[in-house]
């Protein structure tokens, strides 16, 4: 394996030697070539805590270390920094399939783990998970908001029963009401769904999956769930119920059925203010065994220390993990390449640091920060976010990039989500210098804003965004990237197909990273402070922070 590693990193270093101080354009091939070695099974998968989490680490280490950067993470002993910041995590693995059952109108009947419910290891500090006869009830689309004047739970106490939510907000079917009408809230994910039954002392929670208000076909969520990683908790019970998954629909249907009433109308009572929690009339037995383990997984951190002002930060983003080895596919497939996701954004970061580190960099520190355990809950980005090594308060802003375009170039881009903030505004500025204009995210509802890792800086008040190429094809135009879009959320995203292709037209990534390039330049070499609009729940954070910069 030293051997292999050894050779891997000379790959890097072969890919990456400086170029000539004239030539800063972006390459097709070293793109390609990285995306293809990072995406290559001897990575297996790229999971956090593994072997290829390791390879990734020394890859990423290897490549930044080549084109000029210095090392940004821990600070040794010595004085000096690491590559790498440590990410300490609870990592929870189930050592038997999990016994599941519910009683549906009087019937006990056995549920197939990843074909009925998607259960995962439990990280509530449990070893042994045991349900008996717990009662199933259905509490709308999970959400207590007060300042909507709305609640789901209506004080209903749900101590040592197991809640069944809707995903996504009240307003999806209908696009208009109280949160927000087709853009997703965070009242919407399953992840604060977890986090609202876990407040209420909910023996569980299991999310009733259908694949447009969650975005992604029940495959995505029916793997993995074996391993579940979270970061440390003083009191886990308190930030997770014993019991957590989905509930696919066609069991859920079932379960309204037996209980009098129908899947369609139960989804048209939660959407109106005066819904009332429904006992159900089911219950079910759960037994899980788990064992748990502290790993310490792994950002990778270079740095180009700014020429005028080093102590001011702007942030690269985006995640070197993927979802390593799991059951076989169709094809015998087990390894979860992650190609787009994000092999790609990995790729365009280090192309990024090449060609500020050939032109001199700027008058601010660029760091490149490639996070881990994004997959699992955008884990990476928020130990950072809760442990910078650059105080948050003198970050400029924060660019993700996560699985940029394949398909060629757009004349637009977009970010994830709908949020208003100045370093937006940058962005829309410098693509209409390249011809480009800026694009609403096209699936609001799909929540995209709260999924990807820049989101864990919007929540510490820094302007973050994640970019996306855009929804206009140059060749094939709207119609032919709404397609493309499709077909790789039903069919590649995450599974084992998301591979390298070569067929892959990189020039779009080009066109992106020269306009990410200009937006980084302009704010590298400016004393602005991008912040969030007026109104934006993450301003006043941002305006706390503006004495520390004085």
Not at 135 to 140: D, E, K, M, Q, T
Not at 171 to 181: A, I, K, Q, V, W
Not at 403 to 419: N, Y
């Amino acid at each position: 394996m030293i051997r292999l590693l050894a050779a891997s990193i000379a790959v890097v270093i072969a890919l990456t030697a400086p170029l000539p101080a004239a030539a800063q354009d972006f390459s097709a091939e070293r793109l390609d070539q990285h995306v293809r070695t990072l995406s290559d099974d001897w990575f297996e998968g790229r999971a956090p805590g593994t072997p290829g989490e390791d390879k990734t680490v020394a890859y990423l280490s290897g490549a930044f270390a080549s084109i000029g950067l210095q090392p940004g993470g821990d600070l040794r002993s010595d004085g000096s920094r690491a590559w790498t910041q440590d990410v300490i995590l609870n990592r929870s693995t189930m050592t038997d399939d999990p016994q599941l059952f519910i009683d549906i109108g009087g019937e006990r009947v056995a549920m197939v783990q990843d074909q009925d419910l998607a259960v995962r290891s439990p990280v509530n500090g449990m070893s042994e998970v045991r349900l008996e006869d717990a009662p199933l009830l259905f509490v709308g689309y999970g959400t207590h908001a007060p300042e909507r004047d709305w609640s789901d739970f209506k004080d209903v106490d749900v101590a040592g029963k197991v809640i069944v939510a809707l995903v996504n907000d009240p307003d999806f079917e209908s696009g208009e009401g109280d949160f927000g009408g087709e853009a997703m809230t965070y009242y919407g994910r399953w992840t604060y769904k977890y986090e609202e039954a876990a407040r209420r002392g909910a023996a569980g929670v299991l999310v009733i999956h259908e694949t447009k208000p969650a975005s992604y076909p029940w495959g995505v969520i029916a793997n993995g769930n074996d391993v579940t990683l979270d970061i440390v908790r003083v009191d886990p019970a308190a930030a997770h119920s014993a019991l957590q998954g989905w509930m696919h629909v066609d069991i859920a249907s079932r379960i309204f059925e037996a209980a009098g009433t129908s899947y369609e109308e139960v989804k048209a009572m939660a959407q109106r203010r005066d819904f009332q929690p429904m006992d159900l009339g089911a219950t079910i037995d759960a037994t899980l065994v788990s064992r748990s383990e502290q790993i310490a997984a792994k950002n990778v951190v270079g740095i180009l220390p700014g020429t005028e002002r080093p102590d001011e930060h702007i942030l690269f983003t985006g995640h070197h993990d993927h979802l390593g080895v799991g059951v076989p596919d169709e094809t015998g497939d087990t390894i979860y390449n992650g190609a787009i996701d994000n092999a790609t954004g990995l790729a365009f970061m280090i192309e990024m640091g090449r060609a500020f580190a050939e032109s001199g960099g700027t008058e601010r520190s660029l760091v490149f920060l490639a996070v881990g355990a994004e997959e699992s809950g955008l884990l990476g980005a928020k130990y950072y976010a809760a442990n910078p090594v650059y105080p948050l308060e003198t970050t400029v802003g924060v660019i993700n990039v996560d699985a940029p375009g394949v398909h060629g170039p757009t004349r637009d881009f977009s970010i994830s989500g709908s949020a208003k903030l100045g370093l937006l505004d940058v962005m829309v500025e410098e693509a209409a210098k390249m011809g480009r204009s800026y694009s609403p995210d096209p699936n609001p509802a799909a929540g995209s804003f709260f999924r990807s890792d820049h989101f864990a800086f919007a929540q510490v008040g820094v302007p973050a965004v994640s970019f996306q190429s855009g929804s206009d094809l140059v060749d094939g135009g709207k119609e032919r990237a709404a397609q493309i879009k499709a077909d790789y959320a039903a069919n590649d995203y995450h599974q084992q197909s998301d591979e390298w292709s070569p067929d892959w037209d990189l020039s779009g990534i080009i066109r992106d990273a020269q306009l990410i390039h200009a937006v980084a330049e302009r704010l590298g070499n400016s004393e602005d402070w991008p912040n969030w609009a007026e109104g934006s729940e993450f301003k006043a954070l941002r305006d706390a922070s503006t004495q520390a910069r004085d």
